[in-house]
């Protein structure tokens, strides 16, 4: 398996279980949505994953590489793990090329050109490269945050309530977005959401958290070719 969680428990508070042995594993190229109501733990788990967050037990590891266990802890830095945070986090003072591109500070510059451009296409985006984020509506927003978090090619992505800052109207097309972004791409990837109809929309598998503890798992879409 390409992401595996074993007995994973955490807690803010002494004897306060914030996660309770949480095992889950993905493959490759999986798109999986940890649905939950608020307080279940869903964005603690992906806290814990991009190592904002020890664990009081159990292990992560992606793509064959312990993220932490008992003895090992990565900090955020060295995780090949992307992050789209609820609120984008996008740098208020850079244009969406600069923002696109702040993670990629350590490549040649062609080659951070390239990828920018590849990205600035894949989101749709090209005509928007000096624009900076306040002049952008929240689903170009969401779609450069994405983008900056997949530019360095991340062994797993992780999302934060993906729409929980979008209006109605615009939910549906960025459901389409980000699916179609998903199957050009083949990222794997976890959000977190605690609506029913974003989970199934994107998702190929729904892993239900309640209490801290997943309680069962469902198919979503249809399995991508």
Same mark, same amino acid.
């Given at each position: 398996?390409?992401?595996?969680? !074993? ?8 004897? =306060? ?12 190229? @999986? ?13 603690? *788990? ?24 008992? &003895?090992?802890?990565? !900090?955020? @830095?060295?995780? +090949? ?15 969406? @090329?600069?923002? $696109?591109?702040?993670?990629?500070? &350590?490549? /040649?510059?062609?080659?951070? @050109? ?5 990205? %600035?296409? *894949? ?12 002049? %952008? ?21 992780? %999302?934060? +309530? ?8 615009? /939910? ?12 050009? =791409?083949?990222?794997?990837? $976890? %959000?977190? =959401? ?20 997943? $309680? ?10």
């Amino acid at each position: 398996m390409y992401v595996k969680i !074993n007995d994973l428990s955490f807690e803010y508070k002494p004897h =306060t279980p914030v996660l309770i042995g949480i095992d889950f594993s993905m493959d490759e190229g @999986e798109v999986v949505a940890v649905l939950g109501s608020s307080g279940s733990g869903k964005s603690t *788990l992906l806290r814990l994953m991009c190592g904002l967050e020890k664990p009081v037990e159990g292990c992560i590891s992606v793509n064959q590489c312990t993220l932490c266990s008992k &003895h090992v802890f990565l !900090n955020p @830095e060295k995780r +090949e793990v992307g992050m789209v945070f609820q609120d984008y986090a996008l740098f208020p003072h850079l244009t969406v @090329e600069k923002n $696109i591109g702040f993670g990629l500070r &350590h490549k /040649k510059k062609v080659d951070k @050109e390239a990828r920018i451009e590849e990205m %600035l296409t *894949l989101i749709d985006m090209n005509d928007f490269k000096s624009v900076y984020p306040h002049e %952008l509506s929240g689903g170009q927003q969401q779609r450069v945050a994405l983008a900056r978090a997949m530019a360095p090619n991340p062994d797993v992505l992780l %999302l934060d +309530e993906p729409f929980s800052n979008l209006d109605a109207d615009l /939910k549906e097309r960025i459901r389409k977005d980000l699916r179609r972004i998903f199957e050009k =791409t083949k990222m794997t990837c $976890i %959000l977190v =959401t605690h609506d029913y109809d974003d989970a199934m929309s994107i998702a190929d598998r729904i892993v239900y958290l309640e209490g801290g503890q997943i $309680i069962r798992q469902e198919k979503g879409i249809q399995k991508r070719a």
